[in-house]
């Protein structure tokens, strides 16, 4: 199931040099990838069995999701068939799953900024599962030279689901993504998004994962030219028997390049399972490279696991900055203290608490109702447990 | 008229999972309302642990005695009830609560300890006038609580809270300390302003006879090794100051 691939190099950093452990090579051949065991090191976190054949089927689509989408003026939205010359790129699948997914998809969403435009309202892309069966789809986000637009990107009900999100940032540009996972409990998905950040481009990306019964997702970022910069922030919070898994990797490959990524994360209930891989690579040859990467998880009852591994790879001297941290704990049982010393009531303390933990991130959104909305999610879930 | 009382307080410092240490052994006070008793003594005497002791601070357990108010035992109750209840705290190392802005903690706090929400406009005039009053510039309520403030900024939030809480009674422990020559004006006015209007009762813990100048003492009582050793009038400061605690330290040791 070839597809038009040009303009992606394959992906090493060449001849006698190292070759990264992180920076695995692509193909959309699904047979180039052996069907995981669950003993590799990209899949030794993921409970296979509850994937329930996304990275083992025969790619035959049994379910089917909705895609509404919402889009302001100078923003163009199309369905379009597997043929469109527009799709597959900007990337190569990293894994089987991804390839998988390629291979089966039958219409593709393309939304297109186009140069020069600056939109501020944003687009809405909504994906909606109603049934179990797999369904696989594909989405190409492009903002074109000098755009800029954000995209808020929304997975809600039911489904067994898989795709490929391709995030085309040329040079100049700026965009936003959002990308919430708000599933019903039931549903599982593993999704691929793959981001090329142009020339002095900027990417801001949002990855809010909410619901499901098991969300695994690949956010990856590259560099078409130098000064690209991409700020990749995620929030989780993973409930009772929940497993949650971001897997970011970014390959600083061009000079003068800057990544940060921030996650943090909520885990409350038994079984709750919560797992961050954070990759970083700084490429050969390279100069400038300004990186840093962190995460936090707040383990709100007993009961929870977190997985949490910072990746740091540099293959070059020439690094401005590159850093990273983990840590993961309880809620701060002096914080509370000072709040309820004020009269306020325990649960309502925690409230405010965990508030804090994630509004320094939620903030960063720039859409009023959404900030809102994903908030009141969070405390939805807390409540669950108190 | 309000009764504030300490009886036969005891006291350990949790200090790991297994260990712990008394350090109150056993103290005795009582203070009326519209009454100022000024506790000093020697650095890692107990006075803050007596504070946060009373407070209900996780890392300190009672293990005998009372505190009542108005013949209440405020150890029966949980944190948030002690301050709702009319017990304030103003904290030696206030503590920064990152993410949760001071004006929605103010509001949730008042809220809580009046028993309904204030109306949002009347609010906020209150809390700007208070922070006038204390020479905070209203660019602190959209900061988050006690983040990134200096040592002296924090204690005047303390103040501030003490304004708009009203307590029945409150420990201030070293309110004092870390502030400049204006600050400890001006937040030794706030303290003069809450007491004259609400008949507060204060129990002030110091190390230095300065703030005594602002602030009235009624009592002064010196504290060393975990109980009061000694209690005087407001002469008792000067002559502590002078003379120092080695009297109270060398006695019973
Ligand atoms: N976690 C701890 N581990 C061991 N000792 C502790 C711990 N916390 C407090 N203490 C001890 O308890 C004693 C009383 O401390 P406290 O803070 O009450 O003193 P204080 O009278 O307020 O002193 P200062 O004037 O310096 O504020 C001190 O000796 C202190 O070292
Ligand atoms: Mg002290």
């Known amino acids: 199931m070839a597809s038009p691939n040009t303009g992606v190099k394959e992906h090493s950093h060449g001849g006698d040099l190292p070759i990264s452990r992180l920076d695995t090579h692509g193909s959309f051949d699904v047979a180039a990838f052996p069907v995981p065991t669950g003993r590799e090191e990209e899949w030794r976190f993921t409970p296979l069995r509850r994937l329930r054949g996304l990275h083992d089927s025969d790619g035959a689509a049994t379910g089917a999701v909705t895609v509404e989408t919402q889009a302001p003026e100078g923003v163009s939205v199309e369905t379009v068939g597997r043929d469109d010359t527009r799709l597959g790129r900007s990337f190569l699948p990293n894994d089987r799953v991804s390839a998988l997914a390629y291979s089966a998809f039958s219409e593709a969403t393309v939304v297109t900024v186009a140069k020069d435009t600056e939109v501020s309202e944003p687009v809405h892309v909504k994906v909606t599962g109603n049934s179990e069966g797999e369904a696989y789809g594909h989405i190409l986000l492009r903002a074109e030279s000098h755009s800029s637009a954000t995209v808020v990107l929304e997975y809600a009900g039911s489904a067994t689901y898989s795709d490929n999100v391709e995030y085309v940032v040329e040079d100049g540009a700026r965009l936003t993504v959002i990308s919430l996972q708000d599933w019903e409990r039931d549903a599982v998905q593993v999704s691929h998004q793959y981001a090329k950040v142009g020339k002095d481009a900027k990417l801001t990306n949002f990855m809010i994962t909410l619901g499901g019964d098991l969300v695994r997702i690949s956010p990856s970022v590259r560099y078409a030219g130098r000064g690209g910069d991409a700020e990749l922030h995620g929030l989780y919070f993973t409930g009772a028997g929940q497993h949650h898994e971001h897997r970011s990797l970014v390959d600083h490959d061009a000079s003068n390049s800057r990544s940060r990524v921030e996650y943090k994360g909520a885990l409350s209930g038994e079984d709750a399972h919560a797992v961050w891989i954070g990759d970083v690579i700084i490429g050969e040859g390279t100069q400038g490279t300004d990186s840093y990467e962190y995460n936090r998880n707040l383990v709100l009852t007993d009961g929870t696991r977190v997985d949490s591994v910072p990746n740091l790879e540099i293959f070059t001297g020439e690094v401005e900055g590159a850093g990273h941290a983990s840590a993961s704990g309880k809620l701060d049982d002096i914080h509370l203290f000072y709040l309820q010393s004020r009269g306020i009531p325990a649960d309502e303390a925690r409230r405010l608490v965990i508030r804090g933990y994630f509004a320094e991130l939620i903030n960063r959104i720039e859409i009023p109702d959404l900030r809102e909305r994903i908030m009141d999610e969070v405390e939805e879930k807390l409540a669950l447990h108190e | ?253």
């Open chain 2, 1 to 253: 008229m309000t009764k504030f009382e300490i009886r036969g307080l005891r006291a350990d410092v949790l200090i790991g999972a297994e260990d712990r240490e008394e350090i109150l052994k056993g103290v005795d006070l009582t203070i009326d309302s519209g009454e100022t008793h000024a506790i000093m003594g020697p650095n890692g005497s107990g006075k803050s642990t007596l504070a946060y002791a009373i407070a209900g601070h996780p890392r300190y357990e009672v293990t005998d005695g009372e505190v009542l108010l108005d013949g209440e035992n405020v150890l029966e109750m949980s944190v948030d009830e002690r301050a709702r209840a009319g017990m304030f705290l103003a904290m030696q190392y206030p503590v920064e609560v990152p993410g949760v802005s001071m004006s929605n903690f103010l509001r949730s706090s008042v809220t809580a300890v009046r028993g309904e929400a204030p109306k949002l406009r009347t609010f906020s005039k209150e809390m700007q006038n208070a922070m006038k009053g204390l020479s905070i510039d209203p660019a602190f309520a959209s900061r988050g609580v006690n983040e990134g403030f200096s040592g002296g900024e924090k204690k005047r939030h303390e103040i501030l809270q003490l304004e708009l809480l009203r307590p029945k009674f409150a420990i201030l422990d070293e309110t004092d300390s870390g502030l400049d020559v204006d600050a400890l004006k001006v937040v030794s006015e706030g303290i003069n302003r809450v007491k004259a209007e609400t008949n507060v009762g204060v129990l002030l813990i110091t190390h230095y006879s300065r703030i005594l100048n602002h602030v009235k003492a009624d009592h002064v009582h010196v504290f060393a090794k975990g109980r009061v050793a000694e209690s005087g009038g407001p002469e008792l400061a000067d002559a502590l100051e002078s003379e120092g605690y080695e009297r109270f330290v060398k006695a019973g040791a």
